[in-house]
């Protein structure tokens, strides 16, 4: 049974820095492509980037391109996503998922961008 534990969100300044991770359980994480999707208050679930099992190809939401990185830790069965250069429309609830609409997802991490 597949289990995403979503963590490191919190309230940051625009053009702050956050990093979250995802501890994966109950598959063989690295054997998985991962995603990370977000959803912002009042809207649809949105695709926000992807890793393949041994990191070899990233691909990133064109709102999202040079401001986050996705890596992973095959080893921790743990996903991450460093998030700089921080905007007030990256405010959202961040969910890890095994899929690019929210596949499996846990509960989720909240990030505030506000000044």
């Known amino acids: 049974q597949v289990r995403l534990v979503e963590s490191g969100g919190g309230l940051v300044q625009p053009g702050g820095s956050l990093r979250l991770s995802c501890a994966a359980g109950?598959?063989?994480?690295?054997?998985?492509?991962m995603h990370w999707v977000r959803q912002a208050p009042g809207k649809d679930l949105e695709w926000v980037a992807f890793?393949?099992?041994?990191?070899?190809?990233?691909v990133y939401a064109d709102s999202v391109k040079g401001r986050f990185t996705i890596s992973r830790d095959n080893a921790k069965n743990t996903l991450f996503l460093q998030m700089n250069s921080l905007k007030s429309e990256d405010t959202a609830v961040y969910y890890c998922?095994?899929?690019?609409?929210?596949?499996?997802r846990g509960q989720g991490t909240q990030v505030t961008v506000s000044s």
């Open positions: 998922a095994t899929n690019s609409t929210g596949g499996n």
């Open positions: 109950g598959f063989r994480f690295e054997t998985w492509v």
């Open positions: 890793i393949n099992p041994n990191s070899g190809r990233t």
